[in-house]
Structures are given as C-alpha cells and as structure tokens.
C-alpha cells in the first residue's frame, strides 16, 4: 500500500509522523512523507530507509503583517494545486496527516481525489491548521482524551489513539530517577529565548552549584550560553540539538521546558518531573501543559510568571527535598501509545476507541 504522511512546522508534528512512516515501513509499505523547509533536514534525518520525500512550499498564517498571511495563504495554494496534479498522476492509497499549514496542500488534494484521509491532532487543544483540515477529512485521531476547540457542528468521527512515541521512549518507560543533579532545558526544535534568558541566572542563584545543565538552544545562541555557564563555573552541556532525547531526558532529574505535545508525552512516557512554560501565543502549548500540571507530574507556568526569582526559588525547594522530585516522577500518567495504533486503524484494521463527539468537545 502506498501511504503519504503529511507534516511539518516543528518537531511537534515531525516526530509523530516519523514514528508512524517507521512502523508502516517495516509493516513493508511504501511511505512518501511531505514538508516544508524548516524541518527538512528533521525529516531526512528521521525518515525510514526507502521513504520518498517532497518538500511543500508552506508558512504559517499566524503573522500579524496582512501581506505576509496572504503571502502564506498563496504559497498554500500553490502547493494544494501542485499535489492535485500529482495525485493525479500517482495517487496514494491513504493519507496521514500530522497538522501544520504545510499539511492543508495534502490533505486538500487528497479530498479532490478521494484519497482516504486521517487527520492527528497532537495537542489538548486543536491547532489552527488541523480546524481548517477537518472540513475535508471524516476521522481525526487524538493524543488526548479530551480536546477543545472542535467545532461543535462537526461530524467528523473522534478516534482516541494517543501520540505515537518512538521506540527509544518505549523503552525507557517508567525508568528510576538517577538523581544525579541534572536538569535539562529544552525550547523545542526552535528553542525559546525566555528559557535562555531566565534559566541560566536562576540556576546561578541556586545553594546547590553541583548541578549539571543539559541546555538545548537556538545555534546563534550556543556560544554565548557555553560563556555563561563556564565563566559561572556551572557544568553545562549547550548545544542546539540533542540526538538521543529519550536518553537525556531519563537522565535528568527536572526538565525545564515548553509544552509541545511531542515535549510533554515523551516525559510523561519516561517518568520525569517537569516545570512547562508554555508558548505565549499558543493555546495548543497551554492546553498541553495544563493537563500535564493536572496529572501532577510538575508545574505549569505562564510566560510572564516565569521570572528568575521564581524559578531558584523552586529549584532550590525541589533539589532541597528530592522525595518531591520522585513524587512527581511516579504520578499516574498515560500509557505510551505505540505507532501500531495508528497503523491499524488507517490500515483498516481498527484498533483504536472512538470517543463520543460530545465528550471530545470537552477539556
């Protein structure tokens, strides 16, 4: 069967989708997987062998500038155009999308042609591209149990599979805290300037000055953060990406981060504490995060609340009193959700629970 995943925009759409193109490669069909070029080399990196890659012509339309949402809408619909002559020509028999404005041109051309469609929502609260998806599209699966922002006169079926996590956080699931004083600070794929910015001074102002920092950033900020750290004499690790995730996070003691959905599964997966600061402009991220604080695995924290007097505060009570650290790793959390789920549900074979629409309204 020839599968085309959908994707794009940031690691958070990214690693689902490689997740699952993995399973349904090894399951022996052939994946095409689509985005744009700010995760191109995420996907190169992560694709299965064999897998074919097309890059779409996309942006965001959250800009403020009119000319630049335009801009964004038309290099949509270029690239909605192009695959609609494509499939044309060679047509998939399904197609997974995983949300980003650089899965529309797919989802949409696959709506003309007829093409069996899947839409995954990854966050607690839907995105602004998979909203405007589902009008072409009769199944959305979900990683969480309750989802706001559905449109309530939507008669698209809700399909409860979780996020897919990679193998290599399946395998780390539920591992005993080290407690070796590390903390790791990730901002995502893009990084994020307030963790660089806050981070950093309230670890310096913490008693305990034996912690080691794993610092994940944006490639422009790497050296001045290394200065910092080494000048402070706070063993530090900064580096703008982090190949084996799954590992780091099992090593830490507390993660320091935002709340995307790939972010905030994968810890609760393995069993890590966590203060989440969710994107400012995102209620997807605040969404995410809210659900993790409910759990009880950590704490969610308002950009603006986020302040370095906080945040030593808090470190200092928590490495004080590391019984809280462990509370907080053994809170009940969802069971990891293998690609499978989701294989068999757009392979036919149904393995997922619907959710009543009524209570996916719902947060």
Same mark, same amino acid.
């Given at each position: 069967m020839k599968i085309w995943i959908a994707t794009g925009g940031t690691g958070g759409h990214v690693f689902p989708a490689l997740a699952v193109a993995s399973e349904l490669a090894e399951r022996g069909h052939k994946i095409t997987i689509s985005c744009d070029g700010r995760v191109h080399k995420m996907v190169a990196d992560g694709a299965p062998?064999?897998?074919?890659?097309?890059? +779409?012509?996309?942006?965001?339309?959250?800009?403020?500038?009119?000319?630049?949402? +335009?801009?964004?809408?038309?290099? +949509?619909?270029?690239?909605?155009?192009?695959?609609?002559?494509? @499939?044309?020509?060679s047509r998939p028999n399904r197609l997974v999308a995983f949300g980003g404005y650089a899965s529309v041109p797919a989802v949409f051309a696959a709506h003309v042609w007829k093409i069996p469609t899947?839409?995954?929502?990854?966050?607690?609260?839907?995105?602004?591209? /998979?909203? @405007?998806?589902?009008?072409?599209?009769?199944?959305?699966?979900?990683?969480?149990? /309750?989802?706001?922002g559905i449109p309530q006169n939507s008669n698209v079926r809700i399909v409860y599979t979780g996020l897919p996590v990679r193998k290599d956080?399946?395998?780390?699931?539920?591992?005993?805290?080290?407690h070796e004083s590390k903390i790791l600070v990730t901002g995502g794929s893009l990084g994020a300037t307030v963790l660089d910015e806050v981070v950093p001074n309230a670890i310096l102002g913490m008693k305990n000055k034996k912690i080691f920092v794993t610092h994940q950033t944006r490639p422009e900020n790497v050296k001045k953060l290394q200065k910092f750290y080494a000048d402070n004499k706070i063993h530090a690790n900064v580096l703008s990406f982090i190949r084996d995730m799954a590992t780091t996070i099992a090593d830490a003691d507390l993660i320091i981060g935002r709340s995307g959905a790939s972010t905030v599964i994968e810890i609760e997966t393995i069993g890590r504490p966590a203060i989440?600061?969710?994107?400012?402009?995102?209620?997807?991220?605040?969404?995410?995060?809210?659900? @993790?604080?409910?759990?009880?695995?950590g704490f969610s924290v308002p950009q603006d609340k986020f302040t370095q007097k906080w945040l030593t505060a808090t470190l200092n009570d928590l490495f004080d009193n590391p019984s809280r650290l462990d509370k907080m790793a053994r809170q009940p959390r969802p069971r990891p959700k293998s690609p499978t789920k989701i294989f068999n549900f757009c392979g036919a074979r149904y393995a997922g629970v619907t959710i009543p629409l009524t209570t996916a309204h719902t947060h």
């Open positions: 062998h064999g897998a074919k890659r097309v890059h +779409i012509w996309a942006a965001g339309v959250g800009a403020k500038s009119r000319i630049n949402q +335009i801009y964004a809408l038309f290099k +949509i619909g270029v690239s909605a155009v192009a695959l609609v002559l494509r @499939f044309a020509i899947y839409l995954h929502e990854q966050n607690a609260a839907i995105g602004r591209a /998979n909203r @405007f998806s589902m009008r072409w599209v009769k199944t959305l699966m979900t990683s969480f149990n /309750n989802v706001s956080f399946m395998a780390l699931a539920g591992t005993p805290m080290k989440l600061v969710p994107l400012a402009i995102n209620p997807d991220q605040a969404a995410n995060a809210a659900s @993790f604080e409910k759990l009880g695995g």
